[in-house]
């Protein structure tokens, strides 16, 4: 088998130095970031091969190829890569080892090849033709020629099959066949030509007599024909333009019909609208008045039962009241009772006190006169105990009632004790309203703002839009004018390139590349101001088609190939011989000085130098005039020497004999160059204002994009504004009811702290209290011991006291007996009073109640009650009823809404297509208007009619069809006469000779003909025959290797035609799992696989020398990696794989691994490894 040894490559794109890169049998892997070079491998061996399109190596120019520099590193002057093959067996025609190189300058010069042997890329395509390589082949895929594979024609996938098949070598002999069938028909047609041209001179005066006859007949045919048609054109265009007019006329009137409704049904919808909003408003009046009656009946009711159960237990009440205020009566009478005996008492108990302090004083005065001094102390130290005894008892009580009061307040205080957490909620709360108020003031000062930016942006989108509509179809108008340019440029390129116009002799010669020293036609190769082209024409004529040569030999040549091939004549001007001619300088300048004179012809000439002397021996003699009369004038200062021709194309000739009239169109060959250089120069300036548009509408197009994309952002922000509103309206919401309860727990608090101080206010008291009876007690014991001093002093000194003083206690006893006793009766009488006034109350409230709890006025209530009950159910009523016809008026007003909106959107629909229509007519009007005009002005400017003259000398129509017809085959027949020339052709027997000869040269062509034919089946049966099998083997392989690939599913080839020969490819593929579906349907993963299934079924039918995948499996995943890589494996027995990839499961199954690297800046390095003698953990290693 063939494979491919190695790749040398130097100066190719990052290949700065030389690098060798050796592969083996089996499978390679090349792997590298990104950018490191590791595709330009394959676009060296691609390019080695005869690759010609820079853009297929990723490149604007093939210069590009060229390393163009990098990091201290100078561009290089030109790219060379070698590729070695193995050609051991001899499986190609050439050397047991084929070496092909290519190399590429700088300046633009290219090179091959072969064995070190200088070749044409001829010789290397021929080599490798059918082999499976080549820059066409299917033996380089990459990631483009996937989508290529899979996005191709049929016709065009066809020729993978056919690479396989071996079946272009034969393909190529058939295009070489039919191209020498095609000389063979041309010469064929060429000695048709002449003989027919022969064959017309053979009794030359009678011929040409018979031509020009028949010339004149042709044209007068031609004329009466296109003329009648022409009348007929105009008649039906102006017809046409009629009805156009009409119609026109009526779908405006239908417009105005239409907008007339349209308006109508749009004031219907306004007025709708707002009684529809009058009745939502009147329903919401509605709906609040049924609430508010409802609410107030339930009210009512509520307070309609409570009265009822008041009036039934109202007896119950009144026995209950009497019994309360005979018991309070009572109550109050014993009251008034034990008072009175109090009062008594409270007297007797005044007297006795009375009467004991008398008998205390008089003790006292006694004592005292006993020992003033000691009772003297005595009566201060008890005076001091029993003020401070009293004062300790007025301690004592205070403090029990401060001890009372603390309780109290330490049990409030313990029970509001929750109050603290919501007296600090409450201010954080209020601080949180006001924010949130002032957010959701923002927030509409931020909503109200884009929805203005909203209304701008989308007000900007639509003027944009308009604008980008209209420029877009001005730059549609450009496209389409310009492709009419280029179309009808490229016709007249067609037929310059034909030669079309030029004498049979005069093509043959210009259109045969094989003749040497030929430069052209005198008509190609100059240039004239195009007022100037009709006395050009006139004065050259024939000569317009002389051929100039480089020399006398170039000229011979042509000559003899032209009666070689019996082509007809043609006059030659060499270069070599042919001397300028030019007018006496005396008599230019009197020419020049006589007004009417134009210049001399060759000066108004434009060519190039080499031609200056042809064209000047041409027409240096050839003078123009302005008109016929300055012509005549002119030829006498010349003394009738020279010819003088006018700018109309009347001749005055030498020796002064006139030659004028009418004249045709300037020479179809200067019209067709001045018309082609004209529009040449029209489809750039067109193509230049196209380039600018195109920016307009790129740029508008980009702003149109930008404003859209700003108008959708501010939809969703004005969108997330008012969610964001809506959310902190509903937060106020909260917050306010939450202030209310924070609120009324703050007042809470506020009472709470009150109670605090208050507490804390009686604690210092009782303080001081127990302070101050500590301090008593003390003193009280003090007292208490200077009382048993003086007491005992007493008795000690005088016994006679004791009398005095047991009775002054006794007195005393008494008196303070009697005094608690006074005392206490004043304060049960004082508490009787208070009973006695609390009982009087009771029985004035109750006395009051009794009053108001009267039957009557509960009745009287009730009937009150019970009335504007009744009154409110029937005003309810009343309002539901109001309701539920409103609600029927809003559904009808919703119905006619709907109806008139219906109306109004298909009026304006109608309005829409008419004005759509009016469009289209308006725009078929003008195309009529176009053509109305072209075909009036067709009339005057070739026939010197008006449609009017014409319209009554024409006015009789028969098959229109038929005169058209008869216009282009008299057309055609007077351009098969060619030019007529009036004089005398040459000897009539040498004529005939030539014809006899051209005859005999006939039958050849013929022959040679019938045996190219034959060839021609031949080969196609051979290719059939090939296709045919190998189409069948690759057909059975695809179904078989795309189910092993997807691991199921199906996959099929058919031919989309009958025809073996053209018949395309077609592919369809079921991934397991799924419908069958076209390629296009499939997932980047499924193309890839399916594109390798084919390339995997076409190997085993012919396998390649060598196939280079580049990255065709990135798209996979893992799963299908590893099948991949596995199928590579089976395959590389027979055929050499080289893959760049970046997939483990690829790298594993491979048997030798480059890495390429991009250490230096723009420069490719490899690094090779040979992966069958690593062992298993270092190749995992290598590849993760």
């Known amino acids: 088998m063939v494979y491919l040894k190695g790749v040398t490559a130097y100066g190719f794109k990052s290949f700065a130095d030389k690098t060798n890169v050796t592969f083996v049998r089996g499978l390679t892997a090349i792997v590298g970031p990104n950018g490191s070079g590791k595709s330009n491998i394959t676009d060296a061996i691609r390019w080695v091969l005869g690759e010609q399109s820079a853009k297929n190596l990723r490149g604007a120019r093939m210069e590009d190829v060229i390393f163009s520099g990098a990091l201290n590193r100078q561009p290089l002057n030109y790219a060379e890569v070698t590729l070695k093959l193995d050609n051991e067996l001899k499986l190609i025609d050439s050397d047991p080892e084929i070496e092909v190189t290519r190399r590429l300058y700088r300046s633009g010069e290219s090179e091959y090849f072969l064995n070190k042997n200088k070749v044409r890329l001829k010789d290397i395509t021929d080599l490798f033709l059918d082999t499976g390589l080549g820059k066409e082949a299917f033996s380089i895929i990459s990631q483009g020629k996937v989508d290529e594979i899979l996005n191709a024609k049929a016709e065009d996938r066809r020729h993978l099959i056919e690479e396989a098949a071996g079946v272009l070598k034969y393909k190529k002999r058939k295009k070489e066949t039919e191209a020498k069938l095609a000389e063979t028909m041309g010469n064929l047609a060429r000695v048709n030509d002449i003989i027919f041209d022969l064959e017309g001179r053979v009794e030359p005066l009678k011929m040409e007599a018979a031509i020009a006859l028949e010339y004149q007949e042709l044209t007068q045919e031609m004329k009466d024909a296109d003329i009648q048609v022409t009348v007929f054109d105009i008649k039906q265009l102006k017809t ?151 004062e300790q008892t007025s301690s004592k009580n205070e403090l029990k009632l401060i001890d009372r009061q603390i309780e109290q307040l330490t049990a409030y205080i313990e029970s509001h004790q929750a109050v603290d957490n919501d007296s600090e909620n409450y201010h954080e709360a209020r601080q949180l309203y006001s924010q949130s108020e002032q957010q959701l003031i923002e927030l ?87 007022k100037y082209q009709t006395a050009l024409d006139i004065a050259l004529g024939s000569q317009l088609q002389s051929i100039i040569t480089e020399d006398e030999d170039s000229a011979r040549m042509a000559i003899a190939s032209l009666k070689k091939k019996k082509a007809g004549r043609a006059t030659f001007l060499p270069l070599s011989t042919i001397r300028k001619r030019e007018l006496p300088e005396s008599v230019r300048q009197q020419l020049a000085a006589h007004d009417g004179f134009v210049g001399i012809l060759s000066e108004l000439i434009t060519t190039d130098k080499r031609y200056q002397a042809v064209i000047q021996n041409l027409s240096g003699l050839t003078i123009i005039a302005e008109s016929l009369t300055v012509a005549n004038q002119l030829a006498r200062v010349a003394n009738y020497k020279y010819r003088i021709v006018t700018l109309d194309g009347n001749i005055v000739n030498p020796g002064g004999s006139m030659t004028g009239g009418s004249v045709s169109q300037p020479s179809i060959l200067l019209k067709q160059k001045e018309e082609e250089q004209q529009l040449a120069e029209k489809i750039n300036q067109y193509e230049s204002s196209t380039k600018s548009l195109e920016k307009n509408v790129s740029a508008l197009k980009e702003k149109l994009t930008e404003s859209e994309q700003r108008v959708q952002t501010l939809r969703r922000q004005g969108e997330a504004l008012a969610e964001e509103r809506q959310e902190k309206m509903l937060d106020l919401t909260h917050l306010e009811q939450r202030l209310a309860q924070l609120k009324r727990a703050n007042e809470a608090f506020n009472e709470l702290s009150d109670r605090r101080m208050e507490q804390a206010q009686l604690k210092l008291q009782a303080t001081a209290l127990k302070q101050s ?98 009154d409110m159910q029937s005003m309810r009523t009343t309002v539901e009823q109001q309701l539920a016809l409103l609600k029927t008026t809003m559904q009808e007003q919703e119905e006619l809404l709907n109806y008139a909106r219906h109306d109004y959107n298909e009026a304006m629909r109608q309005i829409s297509g008419l004005e759509n229509g009016i469009g289209q007519m308006k725009s078929q009007y003008s195309r009529i208007d176009v053509q109305l005009e072209n075909l009036i002005y067709h009339l005057l400017e070739d026939y010197h009619m008006t449609f009017e003259a014409a319209a009554i000398d024409y006015a009789d129509f028969t098959d229109i069809e038929s005169l058209r017809k008869r216009v282009k085959l008299t057309k055609a027949s007077i351009e098969e006469l060619g030019p007529v020339n009036i004089g005398a052709i040459k000897q009539y027997e040498e004529v005939e000779k030539r014809y006899d000869f051209l005859t005999e040269q006939e039958s050849d062509l013929l ?24 189409f069948k083997q690759v057909q059975e392989n695809f179904h078989q290797v795309f189910s092993e690939l997807f691991g199921g599913g199906t996959g099929e080839l058919t031919l989309n035609s009958d025809d073996l020969l053209t018949a395309g490819v077609e592919m369809m593929v079921e991934p397991p799992g799924k419908k069958r579906q076209h390629l296009t349907l499939l997932s980047g993963g499924e193309r890839a696989l399916t594109a390798v299934a084919l390339l995997f079924s076409i190997l085993k039918v012919r396998s390649a020398p060598f196939v280079i995948l580049d990255e065709v499996e990135a798209a996979l995943d893992e799963a299908n990696v590893v099948r991949f890589g596995n199928y590579l494996q089976t395959l590389s027995g027979d055929t050499q794989f080289i893959v760049i990839t970046h997939r483990k499961g690829t790298m594993e199954a491979a048997d030798r691994l480059y890495g390429v690297t991009m250490q230096n800046s723009g420069i490719t390095q490899l690094v090779s490894v040979n992966l069958n003698e690593l062992n298993q953990e270092k190749v995992k290693e290598l590849t993760r």
Do not use: C, P, W
Request: aromatic share 4%.
């Open 240 to 390: 046409d333009y009629s009805k156009l007019e009409q119609d026109i006329k009526e779908y405006e009137e239908m417009i105005l019909l239409k907008q007339d409704k349209a308006a109508r049904l749009e004031q219907r919808i306004a007025q709708t609208t707002e009684e529809k909003s009058v009745s939502a408003a009147t329903l919401d009046e509605l709906n609040d008045k049924l609430l508010e009656l409802t609410e107030q009946i339930e009210r009512n009711q509520g307070q309609y039962h409570l009265l009822t159960e008041k009036k039934d237990n109202h007896a119950a009440s009144t026995d209950r009241l009497q019994r309360e205020l005979t018991k309070l009566s009572q109550e109050i009478t014993e009251r008034k009772e034990s008072q009175q005996e109090s009062a008594e008492l409270i007297n007797e108990a005044k007297r006795e006190v009375k009467q004991l302090r008398k008998e205390e004083r008089t003790l006292e005065q006694k004592l005292t006169e006993l020992n003033s001094d000691i009772e003297q102390l005595i009566e201060e130290a008890r005076d001091s105990y029993y003020e401070t005894l009293s």
């Open 773 to 870: 009876m500590t301090s008593s007690e003390k003193e009280l014991s003090m007292i208490q011991q200077k009382l048993e001093e003086y007491t005992a002093f007493r008795t000690d000194s005088r016994t006679h006291e004791k009398e005095v003083s047991a009775s002054l206690n006794d007195v005393r006893s008494r008196r303070i007996i009697q005094e608690e006793r006074l005392k206490y009766q004043e304060e049960q009488s004082e508490q009787m009073s208070h009973h006695i006034k609390k009982f009087d109350q009771q029985m004035t409230e109750l006395s009051e109640q009794n009053e108001m709890t009267s039957v009557e006025e509960i009745t009287a209530k009730i009937s009150e009650l019970s009335a504007e009950l009744s």
């Open 444 to 530: 509409e000062q931020q909503l109200t703002a884009a929805r203005d930016d909203y209304k701008k942006e989308s007000t900007n989108v639509s003027l944009i839009h308009q604008s980008y509509k209209e420029e877009e179809e001005n730059l549609f108008k450009a496209y389409r004018y310009i492709e009419q340019l280029k179309s009808k440029h490229q016709s007249i390129v067609a037929m310059q390139a034909e030669y079309q116009g030029y004498f049979q002799g005069v093509r043959t010669v210009l259109k045969d590349t094989a003749l040497s020293g030929i430069h052209g036609a005198v008509a190609e190769l100059i240039d004239i101001d195009s």
């Open 1007 to 1030: 022959a040679a003909k019938a045996t190219l034919e034959t060839i021609i089946r031949d080969m196609d049966k051979e290719v059939t025959a090939r296709f045919t099998d190998t």
